[in-house]
């Protein structure tokens, strides 16, 4: 692991921590891939644990979506392909890892970051949470089917739509209302290193049974052709502009092409 995605070992729970607080841990492209590795070390076993944890850095951001310099280069189809492929890749890894998995989110949990936390079994979160998937009002992006199928299985299609095109963060009172989150906590990591240990004292192959069968509808349910969505957005001018509004610190002005 690098200085940016660090992780440790606590008994059998595993912890990863996204460490770019200074960026309110915004995901950089290596990050998602040491995420990967992490998740491809627990399915070989290379890596011996029950359980995993995955925090951010310092009291404010869970992680702040994909770091916005990722994107600059992007000009073709393939960049767009690539990146959501990339994405559907990495948390296919984490979703499919047969122990528990358990966010302990602090502060701002958006974008790439929401789409992390959506993939993990249980999240505990923190009363500062905030929720969500802005993209429509700051990069004008889009969401592959299969993340858009996590959401629809966690907050269900009304409130995915709804959030999608409001853009609105989801805070700690209705996270906890509608299922998002499981339980609020002063202190998520610890809670859940609590809940973590409390699982490992549960049949593993009753958990690691339903998780792959829930996993399984999902994908069912996903299996259907979004690459020309995605490619429309993220090859677009609106998306360009996007991207230098953002660095600009302005308001976008979208126009639909």
């Given at each position: 692991?690098?200085?940016?995605?660090?992780?440790?070992?606590?008994?059998?729970?595993?912890?990863?921590?996204?460490?770019?607080?200074?960026?309110?841990?915004?995901?950089?492209?290596?990050?998602?891939?040491?995420?990967?590795?992490?998740?491809?070390?627990?399915?070989?076993?290379?890596?011996?644990?029950?359980?995993?944890?995955?925090?951010?850095?310092?009291?404010?951001?869970?992680?702040?979506?994909?770091?916005?310099?990722?994107?600059?280069?992007?000009?073709?189809?393939?960049?767009?392909l690539g990146y959501e492929r990339t994405m559907d890749r990495v948390l296919g890894k984490?979703?499919?890892?047969?122990?528990?998995?358990?966010?302990?989110?602090?502060?701002?949990?958006?974008?790439?970051?929401?789409?992390?936390?959506?993939?993990?079994?249980?999240?505990?979160?923190?009363?500062?949470?905030?929720?969500?998937?802005?993209?429509?009002?700051?990069?004008?992006?889009?969401?592959?089917?299969?993340?858009?199928?996590?959401?629809?299985?966690?907050?269900?299609?009304?409130?995915?739509?709804?959030?999608?095109?409001?853009?609105?963060?989801?805070?700690?009172?209705?996270?906890?209302?509608?299922?998002?989150?499981?339980?609020?906590?002063?202190?998520?990591?610890?809670?859940?290193?609590?809940?973590?240990?409390?699982?490992?004292?549960?049949?593993?192959?009753?958990?690691?049974?339903?998780?792959?069968?829930?996993?399984?509808?999902?994908?069912?349910?996903?299996?259907?052709?979004?690459?020309?969505?995605?490619?429309?957005?993220?090859?677009?001018?609106?998306?360009?502009?996007?991207?230098?509004?953002?660095?600009?610190?302005?308001?976008?002005?979208?126009?639909?092409?």
């Amino acid at each position: 692991m690098d200085d940016e995605l660090q992780y440790h070992q606590v008994g059998s729970t595993g912890i990863v921590t996204f460490n770019r607080p200074q960026a309110r841990n915004a995901l950089t492209f290596a990050m998602y891939e040491a995420l990967a590795d992490v998740c491809t070390q627990v399915l070989d076993k290379s890596l011996d644990i029950r359980s995993l944890i995955i925090a951010g850095a310092g009291e404010k951001a869970f992680a702040a979506g994909t770091d916005i310099a990722g994107f600059l280069g992007f000009r073709t189809e393939e960049d767009a392909l690539g990146y959501e492929r990339t994405m559907d890749r990495v948390l296919g890894k984490l979703e499919s890892l047969p122990i528990p998995t358990v966010a302990a989110i602090r502060g701002a949990c958006t974008g790439g970051g929401a789409a992390i936390a959506a993939c993990c079994d249980l999240r505990i979160a923190s009363e500062d949470i905030r929720y969500g998937f802005p993209i429509a009002r700051t990069l004008g992006n889009c969401l592959s089917v299969g993340n858009l199928s996590r959401l629809v299985e966690l907050l269900g299609s009304a409130r995915t739509k709804e959030i999608l095109m409001t853009s609105r963060l989801i805070e700690a009172d209705e996270a906890l209302a509608i299922g998002l989150i499981n339980e609020t906590s002063d202190d998520p990591l610890a809670r859940a290193h609590a809940l973590c240990e409390q699982l490992q004292g549960h049949a593993p192959l009753t958990l690691a049974a339903t998780k792959e069968g829930l996993r399984r509808l999902r994908e069912h349910a996903a299996a259907v052709q979004g690459d020309g969505l995605i490619v429309a957005c993220y090859t677009s001018e609106d998306f360009r502009e996007g991207l230098q509004s953002f660095l600009e610190k302005r308001e976008p002005d979208f126009k639909g092409r």
